[in-house]
């Protein structure tokens, strides 16, 4: 079954310090993985998918097919990057495609 | 990319009632979808919305409980039926939307529904 495992519900950093969100998954298939993140007061968005291989806000992900992971990093936080984020699988079973989340992690950047 | 739009935006509805939730898309697409949010969880998928099919449930979802139409590409509807303290949750519509390389999921502003 296809399952996204966040493990931390709550993370706090202070602004300027390095930061990393992860996330693990299981999946049968070849993955398609998403960061999502939702600002205070606005919907969710997206923020990167690992087959663009880019880099948003200053964020990257790297898929690890080995460890089944796709942790979302930014080498230097920022106050603005305070936000729920989601870890989110793109399954596809018998033609539908469907979006499996993780359970978020609040990420929170002291000044 | 896709603008969504939900009505309402919230509700507070006594038990026993339903509501129809309505997502409005600004432009046509084939594949919507319905998801919940309860309260500290997770987003949480309840159908698949394609226009000219019946909707298809995720398991621990039934049609009786959460009958939705799906009129034409650019609207859908959610009823939660039969209102219960536990349909507490935000209600988030989606739509798939086609790009210059592949798609994207883009997400209504939810509704917020809170049944006493």
């Known amino acids: 079954a296809q399952r996204v495992t966040q493990p931390e519900k709550l993370l706090s950093v202070f602004k300027g310090a390095p930061v990393e969100l992860k996330c693990n998954y299981s999946?049968?298939?070849?993955?398609?993985l998403f960061w999502y993140v939702q600002y205070s007061r606005q919907r969710l968005q997206l923020l990167l998918r690992?087959?663009s291989r880019e880099s948003i806000k200053g964020f990257t992900a790297d898929l690890n097919k080995g460890e089944t992971s796709f942790h979302l990093k930014k080498p230097f936080a920022q106050e603005e990057d305070s936000a729920m984020y989601y870890c989110?699988?793109?399954?596809?079973?018998?033609?539908?495609?469907?979006?499996?989340f993780g359970q978020g992690t609040r990420l929170t950047i002291n000044p | 990319s896709a603008v969504i739009s939900q009505k309402p935006s919230r509700d507070i509805c006594q038990r026993g009632t339903s509501l129809t939730i309505q997502c409005q898309v600004d432009?046509?697409?084939?594949?919507m979808f319905w998801y919940r949010q309860q309260p500290g969880q997770s987003l949480t998928l309840i159908a698949t919305?394609?226009?000219?099919?019946?909707?298809?449930?995720e398991s621990g979802f039934v049609i009786d409980k959460f009958p939705i139409s799906r009129p034409n590409l650019t609207f859908s509807t959610l009823t939660v039926s039969n209102m219960s303290p536990e349909d507490s949750s935000i209600y988030l519509c989606s739509v798939d939307a086609p790009l210059a390389a592949g798609t994207e999921q883009f997400f209504g502003p939810g509704t917020r529904l809170t049944v006493l």
């Open positions: 999946y049968s298939g070849s993955p398609e």
């Open positions: 919305a394609n226009q000219g099919s019946e909707a298809t449930y």
């Open positions: 432009s046509q697409v084939t594949m």
């Open positions: 989110a699988l793109k399954s596809y079973i018998q033609g539908a495609q469907k979006l499996v």
């Open positions: 690992h087959i």
